[in-house]
């Protein structure tokens, strides 16, 4: 694979200095994306380029939301979006005006591309120049690209960061990139080349950061973790709860990921020495995977402690949540797991895996148990310590729950973010994000 980059991208465009005018800066970014005279004078914000793959948009609305709450929490910096969706036909790409909440900031692109990660690096660079193609069109001026999954549409990125003479922001979203690495260890030349060239790193995935690391050679002055946002609400907290009453939340068309097995096997174990163990799984699948769930709960005997309560929407969940003794979870291969906060939100400790989903955003927070998701005993012996502890972890968080907010806080995340990319200004400039 070729990285050159060719006369007039960013390899030849020197930093700019803090003392250079912010009109130099302008008409550099307007020069390089449409070749026409500057009339960015009249920007207020400063504009993100955002490439995400798991955005909702009107060729799948059923994306998480995350990368938008994202987006949308930071109103001091303008935005366009590319949400993303691969095809293998090459007749059904397509580029649709607007998300599925119709923001016309968005464009909702589908792009060839092959299963398994085939030839991903041709299909990233043709992405990469559907996006700009459609840039020039619109003659936009863009600051900065982000792309939301450093393996994938970070190729696309760092096309784009190049051709636009602009900063790479890299996320790292662990369960997807963990699969490039390990099925393809011939892209390593350009991932090294990749990360080196990137102006920020962020670790939406904490437990990957150390992984990555040891992978590769990467400035740790420019990573920092950066974890989905939990929502602006009024958290409901009780010291009222039903003790040994567990829940665990999850997709069952995914059981297996999401641990269920280990789940029934534990509580199968541990219940000759907690007679009120109970265990309820909120979450929907389709009929062929609820008959497997309910075989897997009769094959370990557990009909009158496991309960499948089925699919309930947010609002019900978090109102049911706080009653609970714990929320247990361990899961495989799992990018974040956002409900893993919103039960230390409502006051709920948690079981969750090692080395995957929330692991490295809760050194803070005791209460929490740990276990290793390939291992029954492991599972088994977590949920036991969950089950001794429940009380004195519930009034930790009933007294701390100011820690946790903080933690997973849009706020401080967005200012700091802003101010390492120099975006909550027209004062700053390209060369100081870069520097």
């Known amino acids: ?190 991932f090294r080349r990749q990360l080196r060239d990137a102006a920020r790193i962020y670790y939406v995935s904490a437990w990957f950061k150390p992984l990555l690391n040891a992978r590769f050679t990467i400035d740790p002055n420019k990573q920092k973790l950066l974890p989905n946002f939990v929502a602006e609400r009024h958290w409901v907290i009780t010291p009222d709860f039903r003790e040994d009453h567990l829940v665990s939340i999850m997709d069952l068309n995914v059981l297996k990921k999401k641990g269920l097995a280990k789940l029934l096997t534990a509580v199968a174990r541990l219940a000759p020495r907690h007679p009120k163990l109970k265990l309820d799984i909120i979450g929907g699948g389709s009929g062929a995977a609820m008959r497997q769930a309910r075989q897997m709960i009769a094959a370990q005997g557990v009909e009158d402690r496991v309960t499948l309560v089925g699919e309930m929407d947010n609002t019900q969940l978090l109102a049911q949540l706080p009653r609970y003794g714990g929320m247990v979870l361990p899961s495989v291969d799992e990018t974040f797991g956002m409900v893993y906060v919103e039960a230390l939100m409502s006051g709920v400790p948690i079981l969750h895996s090692k080395e995957t989903g929330i692991d490295g955003f809760l050194e803070e927070i005791p209460a929490r148990v740990m276990a290793d998701p390939y291992c029954d005993d492991s599972v088994a012996e977590a949920m036991e310590r969950l089950l001794s502890s429940q009380r004195d972890y519930r009034e930790w968080l009933l007294a701390h729950q100011d820690v946790v907010a903080e933690k997973f806080s849009r706020r401080s995340h967005i200012e700091e973010y802003n101010r390492d990319l120099s975006l909550s200004t027209l004062l700053g400039t390209v060369g100081d994000a870069v520097s």
């Open 1 to 190: 694979m070729g990285l050159s980059a060719g006369p007039g991208t960013q390899a030849d465009v020197a930093p700019l200095s803090a003392g250079q005018s912010q009109l130099s800066v302008q008409r550099l970014g307007r020069s390089i994306v449409t070749g026409t005279p500057d009339s960015s004078q009249t920007r207020t914000r400063k504009r993100v380029l955002h490439l995400a793959v798991e955005y909702p948009s009107l060729n799948r609305d059923s994306n998480t939301p995350a990368v938008r709450h994202f987006i949308r929490a930071n109103p001091d910096v303008d935005y366009r979006v590319f949400a993303l969706r691969r095809t293998s036909n090459p007749f059904a790409v397509n580029a649709l005006e607007g998300d599925d909440e119709g923001d016309p900031k968005v464009t909702s692109m589908q792009y060839w591309g092959l299963p398994w990660g085939m030839l991903l690096f041709l299909s990233m660079t043709l992405l990469a120049w559907r996006i700009r193609r459609q840039i020039r069109r619109e003659r936009l001026h863009v600051d900065l690209v982000h792309a939301h999954k450093f393996a994938f549409e970070g190729i696309a990125g760092w096309w784009l960061s190049r051709w636009l003479g602009v900063p790479l922001v890299l996320s790292v979203r662990g369960e997807a990139e963990a699969k490039i690495l390990r099925f393809k260890p011939h892209y390593d030349l350009f």
